[in-house]
């Protein structure tokens, strides 16, 4: 048969001896429900192993940090190696406590969800350290853009706790005035930039943020961060070329929990390179970091944070942890992965092994734990009680006209003709 | 005949197309293993394979455009969204790729892609996981939107949708799902189990796209609606008396303007409902057509009953959805009975 081309495209004979026809991909994890969990695949690192590299070390010289891990604490709770941060007892005592709150608040909250007190609630048990440390290492002039893991962000600055609850009741109290899903907050004040469902989708206003500061010659920087899953968004990928091209004052951030609702990091591209190696093509420092090692996260946030201030850039980090809860309310994990596969997490947790470090210090002990945790969970309780007594969902609201405002600065004739269209 | 869930329902025309042709597969954000947040893809991957079924990286515009890869290749993808609310980053993709490329290289490459997602709001669902976008992609010359209403017609219309030559955006009511809800959050809503339209056959068959259905006849004014609003606005038309005629479009592109006409013209009344906002939401086109094609036969301004024009509110959910009681004012004053 005549070709259609004037020249062969190629000579090779279309079905060659001996290759197999092609195949089709599909990641698998190592276990789902039933069969044995294991994490022998994730790669880890002694602590205090990884040598840290002066801040205006040039990229070529880190290209081996997105393949190892950052680690300070090790088994026995102490802070070894060259990226201990040397915190003060103080400093590490309120970062024991901010994520000790966090998880009593998000344990009392999930519950209020069974109860009906709330449309919907998502824990980050087992990541606290990250929100934690990042909101005691970066400054007041810093924003962070978050994810709605992040609650530890507030925590660490003392947002109020009712206003936090009365949120996530949309009851009259509500700072967001009804508008806003459970949980996700915005908190300017607090450098806490506003939370929406959609993912990724803030990563490339850390982006502009910072170079909006930098453009005015001011001093804040910008935290962006997202989940694992995340990641696969274009909006993850322009930002950071953004944030690569223009030498942004930005701290770009990925915690990798392990899993994307049910979906496994191997459907985000982790089955052969990390998530910190997404930083090697874009040509920015990538570390990989145990996101459950409170000291390890202040360390290396504070690293990228002193190159953003020099005017060095921008660096990837990835915090390696895991999502120990369900993915929210409306999730039953046990559905597709082992029981038990936060047993066999190698990285331990994230209070238990700062609580292990303070003592190991010989500034803490189970008596002063003991009464912390009774105190904080007497301070969560009160604020619980106080937003009931505003109101759990439906029983309290904001006016029906807050639906109508913040549309627009200034309503148009749309918006006031339907307020007077439902009597308002 | 078995009785069915909407869920179950769109679940059985998937495995009926799976196991009826090789090409059709299936994937998404948390579809394979796991069967997708709303079970709609349950069982799927364990009864086809992983291959036939399986989770996408959270990248939507990828999703779709490599739906549009295999569909030009020859293959009929059937992508899910997980909520219609995050299929914007996808938008360019359905837009200048999935709706022009037949058009663009005149028929060499096409996308025989079916995009699922569910839409909708009376879930608590706050303004990402509660909109009803069908308006954006209305207004897109080379896509067809497909709104079902009944599990019955979810398979129907899913099954004509996947064997479509040309790309489909198949919206899901999610707050039907599992029963056929009225629009009265204060009362139990029934389960599809013993409605008539929830008697799903085993096995393929097809419901054309761009035919409406007559829900129930009438005399007094022409009701137009699809997905929840359906079963709101008879809900309504119960409630207050008035012997409307309930149209179900079904499939908002292609449009069955010749059901609309017809019964427009016998009623001379007209009332639009879509929880979708109100400003340039779909409701202005089907007002534009029944007054370019029936303005003679016409006793009242057509109505819009819709979603105020704001984003989708958490706190004031029920306030925001238009529910039988604001249909039931607009069905007075069409018929002057207010
Ligand atoms: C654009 C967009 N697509 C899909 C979703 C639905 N969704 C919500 S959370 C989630 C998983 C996110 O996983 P990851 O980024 O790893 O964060 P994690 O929940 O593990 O913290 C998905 C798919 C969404 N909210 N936004
Ligand atoms: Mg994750």
């Known amino acids: 048969m005549r070709s259609r081309y004037k020249y062969a495209v190629s000579n090779a004979p279309v079905l060659r001896p001996n290759r197999l026809p092609l195949r089709l991909h599909i990641p698998e994890p190592v276990a789902r429900p039933g069969e044995a969990a294991h994490f022998g695949n994730l790669a880890l690192a002694e602590a205090g192993a990884v040598a840290r590299p002066d801040i205006d070390t040039v990229e070529a010289d880190v290209r081996h940090l997105p393949y190892t891990l950052i680690r300070v604490l090790d088994d026995d709770g102490h802070a070894v190696g060259p990226w201990a941060p040397g915190l003060d007892a103080e400093q590490l005592i309120a970062g024991l406590a901010a994520m000790l709150r966090t998880r009593i608040f998000d344990d009392r909250l999930f519950r209020a969800h069974r109860q009906g007190k709330t449309s919907f609630y998502m824990k980050c048990t087992g990541e606290e350290a990250i929100a934690v440390a990042q909101s005691m290492a970066l400054g007041r002039n810093d924003m962070c853009f978050p994810t709605y893991r992040m609650l530890g962000w507030l925590m660490a600055r003392d947002y109020p706790l009712d206003a936090l609850v009365n949120q996530i009741f949309s009851n009259a109290a509500d700072p967001l005035a009804g508008r806003q899903l459970p949980i996700l907050y915005s908190a300017r004040d607090y450098g806490f930039y506003s939370l929406s469902g959609n993912l990724g989708s803030r990563f490339g206003h850390a982006v502009g943020w910072a170079m909006a500061s930098a453009y005015r010659g001011d001093e804040g920087i910008a935290l962006g961060m997202v989940g694992d899953g995340t990641t696969a968004e274009g909006d993850f990928h322009e930002a950071l070329t953004f944030a690569a091209v223009y030498r942004a004052p930005v701290i770009l951030c990925v915690t990798n929990n392990q899993w994307a609702i049910s979906s496994f990091t191997g459907i985000a591209g982790a089955e052969t390179a990390t998530f910190a190696a997404k930083a090697l093509a874009y040509g920015i420092p990538g570390l990989r970091v145990d996101g459950n090692d409170f000291l390890a996260v202040w360390a290396a946030t504070q690293w990228a944070a002193e190159r953003a201030r020099a005017n060095l850039g921008s660096t990837l980090i990835e915090f390696v942890t895991y999502r120990v809860a369900g993915h929210s309310t409306s999730d039953d994990p046990t559905q597709y992965r082992p029981k038990d596969e936060a047993d066999h997490w190698p990285l331990g947790d994230p209070v238990d092994r700062l609580k292990a470090h303070l003592i190991a210090i010989g500034v803490w002990d189970e008596e002063r734990h003991a009464a912390l945790t009774k105190q904080l969970d007497d301070e969560v309780k009160a604020a619980v009680k106080a937003a009931e007594a505003v109101g759990t969902l439906g029983a309290s609201k904001p006016p029906v006209g807050e639906m109508f405002e913040c549309v627009f600065k200034d309503a148009d004739w749309r918006i006031d003709e339907q307020r007077t269209e439902l009597g308002l | ?338």
């Open chain 2, 1 to 338: 005949m078995p009785s069915m869930t909407m869920i179950q329902a769109l679940n059985s025309a998937l495995a009926d197309k799976l196991a009826d042709d090789a090409d059709v597969l299936i994937f998404g954000e948390d579809v394979g293993y796991f069967g997708g947040v709303f079970r709609v893809t349950a069982g799927l991957q364990e009864r086809f394979g992983l291959q036939r079924c399986f989770d996408a990286p959270i990248a939507e515009s990828g999703i779709i455009a490599t739906a549009i890869g295999m569909g030009a290749y020859g293959l009929r993808p059937v992508p899910e969204i997980q909520f219609a609310d995050y299929i914007l980053p996808a938008y360019d993709q359905l837009v200048s790729e999935a709706a022009r490329l037949r058009y663009r290289s005149s028929g060499e490459f096409t996308a025989p892609i079916t995009v699922r997602s569910p839409y909708g709001g009376g879930i608590f669902g706050g303004q990402t996981h509660s909109q009803s976008p069908e308006a954006i992609f209305a207004h897109i010359t080379g896509l067809k939107t497909v709104i079902p209403s009944t599990p019955y017609d979810a398979k129907g219309l899913l099954i004509a949708a996947i064997e479509d030559d040309d790309p489909v955006i198949f919206l899901e009511p999610k707050r039907l799902y599992n029963g056929p809800f009225d629009g009265r959050p204060d009362q139990q809503v029934p389960g599809w189990h013993g409605h008539p339209a929830a008697e799903v056959p085993e096995g393929l068959y097809r419901i054309p796209l761009g035919k409406a259905a007559t829900v129930r006849e009438g005399e007094a004014a022409t009701v137009l609606a699809y997905g929840t609003m359906v079963h709101v606005a008879l809900s309504a038309i119960e409630e207050c008396g008035i012997d409307a005629e309930l149209i179900d479009l079904r499939s908002i592109v292609p449009l069955d303007i010749d059901a609309i006409v017809a019964s427009v013209q016998k009623t001379g009344r007209c009332v639009i409902l879509h929880e979708a906002s109100r400003f340039g939401g779909f409701g202005g086109e089907l007002s534009a057509l029944v007054q370019e094609r029936c303005f003679y036969h016409l006793e009242a301004p057509v109505e819009r009953v819709c979603g105020w024009d704001t984003p989708y509110p958490h706190a004031f959910e029920w306030d925001y959805f238009p529910g039988p009681a604001r249909l039931i004012k607009a069905l007075r004053r069409v018929t002057g009975e207010a």
